[in-house]
């Protein structure tokens, strides 16, 4: 094949805000999908990541403003900066995508999850339980002589702490809303 | 004063406020209400495919050869799942249609009821939105906004599924105009700051390229107009996908041919060394791009694309500019001419002589032969025979696609109709059929291979029933050509199922139809039968037998850069291993 005479170090270096293409670190980021509330919308968001490969690690929903008929997805998702670039452009472009925020990218963010854990026991664990939930802010909203259901918000860490404490105490079951995030500020 | 109607009513009032002449169907329970409607009224011309998947190809076909919105109207269940291969198509080239499927009615649906499918369902990740209207009062206003999205942004297949029960209701009709469009509004005119970067890139490029797609085509005949303009201005070489063929002309001086896989040696070899790339309307796929680690390594990219999410999805750009290909087209020439921009001519000049001798490789040779006629001579009297008169092409898929794009000459835009993204075998015979009902005295031809064609054969009675004189031009070498030429080159010469032992023969199948068969194999008097061809006025089978073991050059291997191309020369190199995907 003919020789290309190509000059040395005329190489592309963007000038552009990108970030590096050549980080492989994947990021957890959160964002937040406002979309109108039609049927077929989650769906179609849900589709959007199974289709194309894209994680998802929590993923809550509800409609945030019934006149105007606004849903709001927070979803949290893993992927390299591409990668997280590429969801959503890829939610941006949806037609029943009104916006997206990466509540990761824009500024400090409040982020909770609630959650509700049922813990059995009696004697000294059951003791102990209390006393932990005392600790971290969880209120008891059910109980019976052997069992409580504590109710939390919190960090998806701060409740992973929690349940990780509860298991050897007897904890039971837990259900858990996902993340629902805002900015922090104006 | 609103209009009080049924929902079936509503389809075709809003399909005529729409502007639709056409519309291409196929009837069953779910829509004869619909069916009902089309039988009382002359204004919009009903065409009863064969299968469904042909009413959508031909709507493809009719969009993609007008600009405007093509239709199809299948049934529930059935009909519909027959449709998606269509959709999908229409998504992966964005063109731009509009299906309408019927459904059982809103009390039935979820009961596994006769002919139920959930179609929304089934085709959310085909469209680019679709809608289950279970209100008639919402139905003239579904149907407009589902125009509107096939039509503006990046254009894609829609479809409406709308329940017997909502078809026969009654309730008032919303005009276009009142129809709620405003919240899909995307963003059309390019950012200017980011053209002015892109106007200094091309005011220092010393190895610039134009490498142009489908989204010229797209974006109107304004586009290819500008288009050819920036060309005549900077004399920059321009290359175009396999979607975006006809943008600029075949027979401009500035045309270095089709790009990829089975590009031209100098589109490529331009493509891997240029030092500037600028790629309007098209989305660095993977049969363009080869190995993408060493994918054109020392130039500045700038990517004009309407879908933000094209850009930076593969390749990473120096310049992004989300925007139409008409408005961008026409910032850039307008501050290339308010700066007084110059280009850097010795730069260009020693480029264009290294693209020259990349062009005297003529990598487009064969060996002729004067006892079989190979495919590239087919084409090439197809070419020469048909030159100048008011030509539209659509094609199947495999070698002879290949061979059409590399052989035939495009001067304009929405004359090559392809099926280039999902690469659908069956596309080209229905889409030549709505090519022709959008252009009843154009000559329409299309390049098949005899399996392609098979897919889709029925239509020839849609043809012949609404007197579509299109011209099946197939090139016949009993082979799945593509799949045989990968099993030679890669799969050490076994040829799992890749000939066809029992093919029909053509010209009884063109007088079963009722059209004209022509059957050749004899290279000296190929000419007499393309013009036997030409000259028949209505349909033809047109049994083309070419050389059985022809190979398509020249080739990229999937995963290798651009500057590994194979000649057909280098057959021997596929030896050495290389995978292809």
Redesign the interface.
């Given at each position: 094949m003919s020789a290309l005479n190509i000059k040395k170090g005329s190489t592309s270096h963007s000038a552009y805000d990108l970030r590096s293409g050549s980080s492989e670190v994947e990021e957890s980021h959160t964002l937040a999908v406002i979309v109108e509330n039609e049927p077929g919308v989650l769906a179609r968001v849900i589709g959007l990541f199974s289709g194309r490969g894209y994680n998802i690690d929590s993923l809550t929903v509800a409609e945030v403003d019934h006149t105007g008929h606004r849903s709001r997805i927070t979803v949290v998702t893993r992927g390299t900066p591409a990668v997280i670039d590429q969801i959503e452009a890829q939610l941006r472009r949806m037609v029943p995508v009104h916006e997206v925020h990466d509540l990761t990218m824009d500024g400090p963010s409040v982020q909770r999850e609630l959650a509700l854990l049922k813990v059995a026991g009696t004697g000294a664990a059951r003791v102990e339980a209390l006393q932990l939930a005392e600790i971290f802010r969880a209120k008891v909203v059910d109980s019976t002589l052997e069992s409580f259901v504590f109710e939390m918000t919190g960090t998806p860490d701060k409740i992973d702490a929690f349940a990780d404490l509860m298991r050897p105490l007897g904890l039971l079951e837990i259900a858990r809303t996902g993340v629902a995030g805002l900015k922090r500020g104006l | 004063m609103s209009k009080q109607m049924t929902g079936a009513r509503m389809v075709i009032q809003a399909l005529k406020d729409q502007g639709v002449e056409v519309v291409f169907g196929y009837p069953g329970g779910a829509v004869l209400p619909i069916y009902d409607e089309i039988f009382q009224q002359n204004d919009i011309r009903h065409v009863l495919v064969r299968h469904e998947q042909g009413a959508v190809h031909m709507a493809e076909g009719y969009a993609r050869s007008t600009g405007k919105p093509g239709v199809a109207l299948v049934t529930s269940g059935p009909g519909a799942t027959n449709a998606v291969t269509g959709l999908t198509d229409a998504l992966m080239d964005s063109i731009p249609i509009v299906v309408i499927t019927g459904q059982v009615p809103t009390f039935m649906i979820g009961t596994d009821g006769f002919q139920e499918a959930d179609t929304?369902?089934i085709t959310?990740?085909c469209t680019?939105?679709?809608?289950?209207v279970k209100d008639t009062a919402k139905l003239a206003d579904t149907i407009h906004q589902a125009f509107h999205?096939a039509t503006h942004?990046?254009p894609g297949p829609v479809l409406i599924d709308i329940p017997k029960d909502v078809q026969f209701a009654t309730a008032d009709y919303v005009p276009a105009e009142s129809a709620r469009i405003s919240?899909?509004q995307?963003r059309t005119d390019g950012d200017a700051a980011q053209i002015a970067?892109l106007v200094e890139l091309m005011e220092s490029a010393e190895r610039p390229i134009l490498y142009t797609g489908g989204g010229v085509v797209n974006s109107g005949l304004r586009a290819s107009q500008l288009l050819r303009e920036l060309v005549a201005e900077t004399n920059f070489p321009i290359t175009s996908t396999l979607m975006g063929l006809g943008s600029y002309p075949a027979s401009g001086k500035n045309w270095v041919g089709m790009l990829g896989m089975h590009g031209l040696y100098e589109a490529n070899?331009a493509m891997?060394?240029c030092?500037v790339m600028i790629n309007i309307g098209a989305r660095f796929d993977d049969r363009i791009t080869g190995r993408i680690k060493d994918f054109s390594?020392?130039?500045?990219?700038a990517h004009i694309d309407i879908?933000?999410?094209s850009?930076?999805?593969v390749i990473?750009v120096?310049?992004?500019i989300v925007g139409d290909v008409t408005k961008v087209l026409e910032e850039v020439l307008r501050q290339w001419r308010a700066r007084g921009s110059k280009t850097e001519k010795g730069g260009l000049a020693t480029w264009w002589k290294?693209i020259n001798?990349?062009r005297a490789?003529k990598c487009l040779s064969y060996k002729p032969s004067t006892t079989t006629i190979k495919p590239q001579y087919a084409l090439e009297r197809l070419e020469a025979l048909t030159k100048g008169m008011d030509r539209y092409i659509t094609t199947e898929v495999g070698q002879h696609q290949m061979w059409a794009a590399q052989y035939l000459g495009f001067e304009d835009p929405n004359r090559w109709m392809t099926s280039g993204g999902l690469g659908t075998m069956g596309y080209g015979l229905p889409a030549s059929i709505g090519v022709q009902i959008a252009h009843p005295d154009a000559l329409v031809i299309n390049v098949a291979g005899e399996a392609s064609w098979l897919m889709n054969m029925q239509e020839m009675g849609t043809a012949m029933q609404f007197r579509a004189p299109v011209k099946q031009f197939i090139l016949n070498n009993e082979r799945l050509g593509m799949v045989r030429q990968w099993q030679e080159l890669l799969h050490g010469e076994r040829y799992s199922s890749s000939w066809s032992e029992s093919l029909p023969d053509f010209v009884k199948l063109a007088e079963a139809f009722g059209c004209k068969g022509i059957r050749i194999d004899d290279p000296k008097h190929l000419d007499d039968a393309i013009m036997e061809m030409l000259a028949y006025d209505g349909p033809v089978i047109f049994d083309c037998r070419v050389e059985k073991h022809e190979n398509c050059f020249p080739m990229i291997p999937s995963g290798k850069p651009h500057?590994?191309?194979l000649l057909s020369a280098d057959a021997d190199a596929f030896k050495s291993g290389a995978v292809l995907v």
């Open positions: - | 929304v369902g959310r990740p680019k939105m679709n809608w289950l999205v942004g990046r919240h899909y995307p970067r070899l891997h060394g030092d390594p020392h130039s500045k990219k879908d933000p999410s850009i930076n999805k990473r120096d310049v992004p290294q001798e990349w490789v500057n590994e191309m």
